[in-house]
């Protein structure tokens, strides 16, 4: 039954592509278009992008308190991840160096 299927898919796939290009009308050929027109303007968003693409956004999963089943997802930046990271690298040391003195003896 599987190898049926998936031998029917790529058929219906490339009858449906067929079809789509040989019913679609012919038109003319564009005009061809100076070069100042098919340079697209610079925006600021659109030079913004690469920026966010060197920083990703990474989820990750916690197991919530009381539960073997459900976790939570959680998705920031990755700049956002080592932020917190290293807010809760300097909690930990700050604890750990303000401990109060043991006076019972």
């Known amino acids: 039954m599987f190898l049926s299927i998936a031998l029917a898919a790529p058929l219906l796939l490339a009858s449906a592509a067929q079809s789509s290009t040989t019913s679609a009308p ?4 564009a005009a ?3 070069a100042a027109a098919a340079a697209p ?3 600021p968003a659109a030079a913004a992008k690469p920026a ?17 089943l459900r976790s939570k997802k959680v998705c920031m930046r990755k700049s956002d991840w080592e932020e917190q ?16 003195m043991n006076s019972g003896g």
């Open 52 to 68: 966010k693409d060197a920083d990703p956004m990474i989820c990750e999963r916690f197991a919530e308190t009381g539960s073997l």
């Open 41 to 43: 303007a610079v925006t």
């Open 32 to 34: 061809p278009v100076p």
């Open 26 to 29: 012919q038109s003319a050929p």
């Open 85 to 100: 990271r290293q807010q809760n690298q300097r909690l930990i040391e700050r604890s750990q160096t303000q401990m109060p």
